[in-house]
């Protein structure tokens, strides 16, 4: 399941090549952002407001969403997740520097 989905297109947002997301990076959702979580089980929504273009995300990206506050940095967020689900550490890690790499693509997260 994608962490992620374009929900007009269809089609996933993550994909291979990423850049290497530090943990010291602090993360803020974009300006124009709205996050609305759906609750447990359910996911999220992601909605850029000036275009009206619509994101569905799962529950590990909703948890992650929800915690980007633009105070935490990546390692805070990605702990934030562990302790919501239990996973490898390495294997989130990993897999939430590809989210990252591809939300600051879609102008969903920025680095303040």
Known sequence: MPLLAKAYAGRYMIETGATLIQDTMVLS????????PLGEGEGGVVLKV???QLFTCNDTTSVFLAAV???RSFADLVQVVLDEFEVPKDALHSDLSLLVDELQKEGIVSVP
């Open 50 to 52: 000036g275009s009206g």
């Open 29 to 36: 959702l974009a300006e124009g952002i709205s996050f609305q």
């Open 69 to 71: 506050d633009g105070r």
